[in-house]
C-alpha cells in the first residue's frame, strides 16, 4: 500500500508537525524513506502521536539503534555526538517512518518502553554498547546488560581501540586473540585468491 498522504506531503509530516511545532526539527527524504528529526523533549509526543492517530497507526516498533558521530567529517541532519534512530510500521499502510534524535556525552533520552514493550531491550543495547542513557530504563549499578559486569568503557564508541582479546577455553587454557592470527580466506575474490596464495582448493 502507498504511504498515507495529506496532498503532496506524507501525512505523518503533516500531523507531527501540527503536533510538536518546531520540535520537528527536519524533514529528510533518502532513498524513499522518510526521517523525522525531532527534540529530545518533543520524542514522546512524536512517538504516541504516530502510535495512537488513527489515520497512521505505527503501532510496530521494528528497532531504535545509535550511531557515534563525533568522527563524522560531513553534512548532519542533527547537532549531538550521538543519534538515536527509532524504526517504526503502521501495519494498517505497510508503511515505514524513521525518528531520529540527538544527544551529547552525558545527556539522556527519555525510554519509550512503556509506550512500545519491545523498546526496553534494544534502549538498554544502546545503553551498554554506546553509553547513551534513557532516563526510566536502568542501567542498573554494576551490571552490563550484553558484555560482562567487569567490562570497561563502551566498545562501539569511536575512540574506542580495536583488537582482540585472549579467549579462555575448558580447562583455563588461553587461545590466541584476534590479532595474533590472520587467516585467509577464500571470499576476498571470485578466484579464490588472498593476495598471491590460493585458499579455495581449486
Given at each position: 500500500m502507498a504511504n498515507p498522504m495529506i496532498g503532496s506531503e506524507r501525512a505523518e509530516i503533516s500531523i507531527?508537525?501540527?503536533?510538536?511545532?518546531?520540535?520537528l526539527l527536519k524533514v529528510k527524504e533518502?532513498?524513499?524513506?522518510?526521517?523525522?528529526?525531532v527534540t529530545v523533549a518533543s520524542l514522546?509526543?512524536?512517538?504516541?502521536?504516530?502510535?495512537?492517530?488513527p489515520e497512521l497507526d505505527y503501532g510496530y516498533f521494528s528497532e531504535c539503534l545509535g550511531v557515534d558521530?563525533?568522527?563524522?567529517?560531513?553534512e548532519r541532519d542533527l547537532m549531538g555526538r550521538f543519534e538515536v534512530?527509532?524504526?517504526?510500521?503502521?501495519?494498517?499502510?505497510?508503511?515505514r517512518i524513521f525518528v531520529k534524535v540527538a544527544v551529547d556525552d552525558g545527556q539522556s533520552?527519555?525510554?519509550?518502553?512503556?509506550?512500545?514493550?519491545?523498546?526496553?531491550?534494544?534502549?538498554?543495547?544502546?545503553?551498554?554498547l554506546f553509553g547513551v542513557q534513557f532516563e526510566g530504563?536502568?542501567?542498573i549499578a554494576g551490571l552490563r546488560f550484553m558484555l560482562p559486569d567487569d567490562w570497561v568503557?563502551?566498545?562501539?564508541?569511536?575512540?574506542?581501540?580495536?583488537?582482540?582479546?585472549?579467549?579462555?577455553?575448558?580447562?583455563?587454557?588461553?587461545?590466541?586473540?584476534?590479532?595474533?592470527?590472520?587467516?585467509?580466506?577464500?571470499?576476498?575474490?571470485?578466484?579464490?585468491?588472498?593476495?598471491?596464495?590460493?585458499?579455495?582448493?581449486?
Open positions: 507531527v508537525r501540527d503536533k510538536i511545532g518546531k520540535e533518502d532513498r524513499g524513506e522518510t526521517y523525522l528529526c514522546r509526543d512524536t512517538i504516541i502521536k504516530l502510535k495512537e492517530d558521530y563525533s568522527t563524522w567529517q560531513h534512530v527509532y524504526n517504526l510500521m503502521s501495519l494498517k499502510h505497510f508503511s533520552i527519555p525510554t519509550l518502553k512503556d509506550i512500545f514493550m519491545g523498546a526496553e531491550y534494544p534502549e538498554r543495547e544502546i545503553q551498554d530504563n536502568g542501567p568503557g563502551y566498545p562501539l564508541r569511536k575512540e574506542y581501540p580495536l583488537g582482540g582479546e585472549d579467549v579462555v577455553f575448558d580447562k583455563g587454557t588461553l587461545g590466541p586473540a584476534v590479532e595474533d592470527i590472520s587467516m585467509p580466506h577464500a571470499g576476498e575474490s571470485f578466484e579464490g585468491n588472498t593476495g598471491s596464495e590460493n585458499v579455495s582448493g581449486r
